[in-house]
């Protein structure tokens, strides 16, 4: 690295004007940089919302919920599923590693749902969701005008969204809240039954009619032309006129009443013909015989008894034709044996002459029956005329032109309105049309646009509003799509007219700017602090500027590294920015102290320069490797630490080797331009010698003891570090802290059963006790639905409160003040605040599994109740807090078996009754709206439910009642499984900051409660996170040590001296803790990042000392001589470093700006108090160490040789 100074002295011009470029690139690329709160973190996370409305939590699990999460089991490197099923919806979080390409999984989880879409109820549609940072809105406005809200809802569709996604870097403006519109078709009962049609031929028509069809292409003088086929439906007319066939039913032939049975004649037939029996054998009636009439197989073996006489075909056709004397013949195969048998059938009332006379016509009723009672006749006719009625009376299908039903084949019966076969055709068979009649859907139905139901409702201070929420592209400035939609509402309000307003009630810009300008300032505080700590060392103008120029330069070039690594400035890529404002400044100092020392000497300025910077050149690369180098084990760190520190570490990392390469590149052409010799600047040295005298006389006599009684000075400082880690358990931890945004997100949880307007209700009640705390500005209040994010954050139902609270005043203390009063604003449902944390859980949460659901909610209510009496929590709750009424159908299978009626079919005629899905969709002037099948006499009541009447499939009616038992049940709002295993969460909302306390109260408490087998219960949410969060970086800590001890050995070719140099490590957790308790600032990932930095920069110190130890060494010095003289010459550089970054970070650690520095604090107050220990006792216990054992070597080398 030498080499680089003699280059950069060797050309000077061109140094200068690479530092002029880097001064304009820099500029740039800072201009360049986007605006974000924090890096854009994509969560490997997904999120299945199905939509099954109607359905109980139990239904949505077993038909939606386990389906879908058993499929998507084996996708490579999901880490977990958790399925929650609720009423008429299934949300499924599948959480990958961090590091899974969120597409390509995607893309996977929607091929596994696709493969096991058959096994899924009709018409619903996973919509599988991926969400990151991007996706939370810019900004969301409250929407208030004098039109209605549907009115509303179109033009701002229509004006306001249209304009505002024409923004540079909008990606979406979406609306919510508004009440859609469907097209409603009512089908009129009358007439279908009339026409002989169902709702069924309605939605098939509808589903049918519309749809464009790619038929291939045809040549044309012209070219190749497509074929499309099929009319899109883009009116009411259009629907209205969409045909419906109607279905062909066969003709029958009239038989006149018999009046009696005495006056049924027998007339005698020629011998050869056969009996329906005999022609059978009984084969074809043993088969119904047999059947029982009360289940599914006397159904089937009607068909059965036609089909086999069917195969009789040959014989059927050629009896010939009935002959008709007086009213209606009977001839059996045995003359006596028919009337006995005929007279059995009436005597015993099964049949009667009545009945009989109708004969052909319920004959084939039978053959296709359609109802209960012409099920019930098929009993009746098969077992009395299969054995009676002689064959002439009936005829099968006709080969050569077969019809599926039995018709007489008479040519006259008196009274009838056919004659024989010739009512048939030719072939004695009835012929079929081969075209049908048609209606329309307008004839069978009322169609008309009518508004969805109310789902959800929005509202700012009280009044009804609508919500626009607004995205930005993924790589797009946060800050400059927020100042430009906002600068085109005044356009676009006027465009809206009619009294339209728009009130911000998040915006993310505001804090950011504010963030980051605190964090600059603080951060300029800081610049200013350390020039002036330089100042003070070094006494000289001239050598503070060329020192304090490595500061912006370094900076500059940091920019640079950023804006190529497509980092964004954040609070934490500033903090990083900041935090390296006094680390980019040792380097220099150290070169430009000791070039002072050698000028002072009275070298010439050429040869001084490059004697000091050859000096100390070693040691300047080393400590700033040792720095960087602690921060790599930080690339294998998981989880959301990593993701969210390595911006943090490649920025810090940029800045400390831009101060290495500005140390030995322009700081010593600096230096020959600006810092002359003894002889030319003898009044601007001179007061840096008496500085440096005095300040050597004043250690040199401290270092001289701490050197001369090394076991009394390790003593003092074991029991000091011993003392610190006694007082370790009063430090409070945390995960991470609050960001002090000026908003409130609460979440309202309403007891399971309330009506949307009850819930409405409510809420009004809540607005206006907010807006009666001062400072409070807005609330905008949502009711139900919800947007896709809200998927990930479990918000979708409940009633959510967006708090803005006004810059005038301090928003932590209104904060403060809403949260303590949650308890009290309310007593319908619980309120919880969003408070603490910036990123996911602040609640410690337990999942709970279980084998059943007795065991399951047994298990979770008395850990609930644990927990409760430990005093650990300010509130608990569990997801299985909520239940809910329901109305309860159990079938009764056989009964309704009777009616050719099964669950599902029951089932899904209420669902259509009752809750009426979407059977397609039409666009009628641009407006996308769902076609829906409706009925007008759906039951409103739980006793209409009962009375309600049910269509079998046989054509008949039966009570709902009478195939079901009806009644009012009680079950959990929600059902959670995680990967299939029944689960249920316990969220425990700490009543203390101190997260590790709370967190070991809850775990006592869990202990006391007993576990049945096959139930496990495990501690997660933020506890989790930060045990996962501590273990990763205690890890990290430990390779980093590692890492600084290899980089250590390299630069003294020594394993002993590293080791004595790591001393300092363990003596920096002094400060650190002890500043930690002072300051009442909780320990967490942030500080653990500080610890991890503060490995590199304390080494740092010691590197500078010791390596010109060993120089003296080097050039004949004993131990006690090269300690005295190298730690003289190196406690003006170690202390003007250290303070100069204590003095740097000082800003950042109190919080000046106050804005901003929820991650930089703590890691800022680390380093300043490790920092301030660690110094300390390596000006006075590293010596010691150092003198004990290379003393004791030096001393067995002088015994070795005085024997020689």
């Known amino acids: 690295m030498n080499r680089l100074a003699i280059f950069s002295l060797r050309n000077r011009a061109l140094i200068a004007l690479v530092t002029v470029v880097v001064a304009i690139f820099g500029g740039i690329a800072m201009s360049l940089l986007k605006l974000e709160l924090i890096p854009s973190i994509t969560f490997p996370q997904l ?3 199905t939509n099954y409305p109607g359905a109980s939590p139990v239904i949505v699990e077993k038909e939606v919920s386990t389906p879908i999460e058993t499929a998507i089991q084996g996708i490579n490197g999901l880490e977990s599923t958790t399925a929650t099923s609720q009423n008429g919806l299934s949300q499924i979080t599948a959480a990958f590693a961090y590091g899974t390409s969120l597409e390509s999984a995607e893309q996977k989880v929607q091929l596994a749902i696709n493969r096991i879409s058959n096994l899924l ?29 549907d009115q509303l809802n179109q033009v701002l569709k229509d004006i306001a969204v249209k304009e505002l996604t024409k923004l540079e870097g909008v990606r979406d403006a979406a609306v919510f809240g508004a009440n859609g519109e469907h097209i409603a078709i009512v089908p009129d009962d009358k007439e279908l039954e009339r026409r002989g049609l169902t709702t069924t031929d309605i939605q098939t028509a509808l589903q049918t009619a519309g749809i464009r069809i790619g038929a291939g292409s045809v040549m044309s003088a012209k070219g190749e032309l497509s074929i499309v086929s099929g009319t899109p439906l883009a009116s009411l007319p259009d629907i209205r006129s969409v045909p419906v066939t109607i279905p062909y039913k066969p ?33 074809c009636i043993d088969n119904y015989d047999d059947a029982d009439p009360s289940t599914n197989d006397a159904y089937q073996a009607t068909y059965e008894v036609v089909d086999c006489a069917d195969s009789h075909e040959a014989q059927l056709v050629r009896v010939g034709d009935l002959r008709t004397d007086a009213g209606i013949p009977i001839y059996p195969g045995d003359s006596a044996a028919g009337p006995v048998a005929m007279g059995e059938c009436f005597a015993s009332g099964i049949i009667t002459a009545s009945a009989y006379a109708t004969y052909p016509t319920l004959l084939t009723d039978v053959r296709y029956p359609t109802s209960q009672t012409q099920w019930n006749k098929g009993d009746t006719f098969y077992y009395c005329f299969a054995h009676t009625v002689p064959i002439a ?69 009280g009044q009804p509003s609508l919500t626009l929420a607004i995205t930005k592209r993924a790589d797009a400035n946060t800050v400059d799509v927020s100042r430009a939609v906002v600068s085109a509402l005044p356009a676009i309000t006027d465009l809206l007219g009619n009294g339209t307003e728009f009130t911000v009630v998040f915006n993310q810009a505001p804090f950011i700017e504010k963030s980051i300008d605190s964090l600059a300032v603080e951060g ?121 520190f390595k911006p943090f570490a490649v920025t810090v990392t940029i800045a400390l080797v831009a101060s290495l390469f500005v140390s030995l590149t322009i700081v010593p052409v600096l230096a020959y331009w600006f810092l002359g010799d003894k002889k030319k600047k003898k009044l601007s040295t001179k007061p840096v010698r008496e500085k440096n005298d005095y300040l050597q006389r004043g250690y040199r006599p401290i270092v001289r003891w701490t050197i001369t009684h090394p076991l009394a000075t390790m003593l003092i400082a074991i029991l000091t570090l011993g003392g610190t880690l006694a007082l370790a358990p009063l430090m409070k931890t945390n995960f991470v802290g609050g960001s002090g945004q000026s908003t409130i997100t609460l979440t309202h949880s309403t007891p399971a059963g309330l009506t949307l307007m009850d819930r409405s209700a409510v809420a009004e009640d809540v607005e206006a006790k907010l807006l009666d705390y001062p400072g409070i500005e807005t609330v905008q209040t949502s009711i139900g639905g ?31 003040e809403v949260t303590r009063d949650l308890k009290t604003i309310t007593d319908t449902g619980e309120i919880v605040s969003a408070q603490g944390g910036a990123f996911g859980s602040q609640t410690i949460d337990i999942t709970v599994k279980a084998p059943s659901e007795e065991t399951l909610t047994a298990v979770t209510s008395a850990i609930a109740a644990a927990i409760t009496e430990s005093k650990a929590a300010d509130s608990v709750t569990t997801s299985l807090d909520d239940t809910q009424s329901y109305i309860s159908i159990s079938i009764n299978r056989k009964e309704a078996a009777k009616y050719a009626l099964s669950e599902v079919l029951i089932g899904r005629t209420l669902s259509g009754l009752i809750a009426p899905s979407a059977i397609g969709q039409v666009v009628i002037d641009d407006v996308t709206m769902d076609l829906i099948v409706e009925t007008k006499n759906s039951p409103d009541t739980l006793g209409e439910l009962r009375n309600y009447k049910i269509t079998t499939p046989l054509g008949a009616t039966v009570l709902l009642s009478k195939v079901a038992t009806i009644g009012i049940a009680k079950t959990a ?42 139930t ?62 002072i300051s009442g600032i909780p320990l967490g990932i942030s500080s653990l990042i500080g610890l991890l930095m503060l490995v590199g920069i304390v080494v740092t110190n010691a590197i500078v000392l010791i390596d010109l130890v060993n120089q003296y060494r080097e050039r004949g010095g004993s131990v006690i001589e090269s300690l005295l003289d190298g730690t003289s010459r190196r406690v003006r550089p170690v202390l003007m470093t250290a303070l100069a970054t204590v003095f740097a970070l000082t800003p950042l650690a109190t919080g000046v700006t106050g804005s901003g520095g929820f991650i930089s604090q703590p890691l800022a107050i680390v380093v300043i108090g490790g920092l301030l220990s660690s110094t300390i006792l390596t000006l006075l216990v590293l010596p010691a160490l150092y003198s004990l054992v290379e003393g004791r070597k030096e001393r067995k080398a002088t015994r070795r040789a005085r024997k020689a």
């Open 1016 to 1077: 496990t219960a495990t501690v997660g949410g933020v506890a989790q996170d930060q045990v996962e969060s501590f273990q990763q970086l205690g890890l990290a800590l430990l390779a980093a040590i590692l890492i600084v001890y290899v980089v250590m050995v390299a630069t003294f070719r020594s394993l002993r001296q590293p080791l004595l140099l790591l001393v300092s490590i363990p003596f920096a957790a002094t400060g650190a803790i002890g500043l930690q308790i």
């Open 121 to 149: 109820p009709a018409g619903v549609e996973p919509q599988v969701i991926a969400g990151s940072f991007s996706d939370i809105p810019v900004l969301q406005m409250a929407v208030t005008s004098d039109l209605a809200p």
């Open 393 to 461: 009376d009936i005829t099968g299908s006709v080969a050569g032109s077969r019809v599926n039903t039995i018709v007489p084949a008479a040519p006259a019966i008196p009274g009838s309105s056919a004659t024989g076969s010739s009512a048939f055709g030719s072939s004695g068979a009835p012929t079929i049309p081969t075209t049908r009649s048609v209606t329309t859907i307008g004839e069978l139905s009322r169609v008309s646009i009518q508004p969805d139901v109310i789902t959800s409702i929005s509202r700012v201070n």
């Open 251 to 283: 003709p029958t032939v009239k038989v006149p009443k018999v009046p009696d049975f005495p006056t049924i004649s027998v007339s005698p037939r020629s011998a050869g013909t056969w009996s329906w029996d005999e022609l059978n054998g009984g084969e």
């Open 786 to 816: 919800g947007n896709g994010f809200a998927a990930f954050n479990g918000q979708a139902g409940n009633i959510i409160y967006q708090i803005t609270i006004s810059d005038a005043v301090d928003a932590d203390l209104v904060r403060a």
């Open 524 to 644: 300029l505080l800081g610049l200013i602090f350390a020039i002036i700590v330089i100042l003070v060392f070094l006494m000289s103008i001239r050598s503070t500027l060329v020192t304090a120029v490595s500061i912006p330069t370094s900076l500059l070039l940091t920019f640079i590294g950023m804006w190529a690594s497509d980092f964004s400035l954040n609070i934490l890529t500033i903090g990083a920015v900041t935090i390296s404002i006094g680390r980019v400044v040792d380097d220099s100092i150290v070169v430009v102290e000791n070039i002072k020392r050698h000028l002072s000497l009275g070298e010439e300025r050429m040869d001084a320069i490059r004697t000091a910077v050859k000096e100390v050149a070693t040691a300047v690369t080393a400590s700033t490797i040792t720095t960087v180098a602690v921060f790599l084990p930080l690339a294998f760190v998981g989880g959301l630490s990593g993701e969210l």
């Open 47 to 49: 999120v299945v919302v």
């Open 973 to 1014: 709002a929600s059902r959670t499984t995680e990967r299939g295993v029944l689960s249920a969460s316990v969220a425990v909302t700490p009543a203390s900051d101190n997260l590790t306390e709370s967190t070991a109260a809850v775990n006592t408490a869990l202990a006391s409660v007993t576990l049945p087998s096959g």
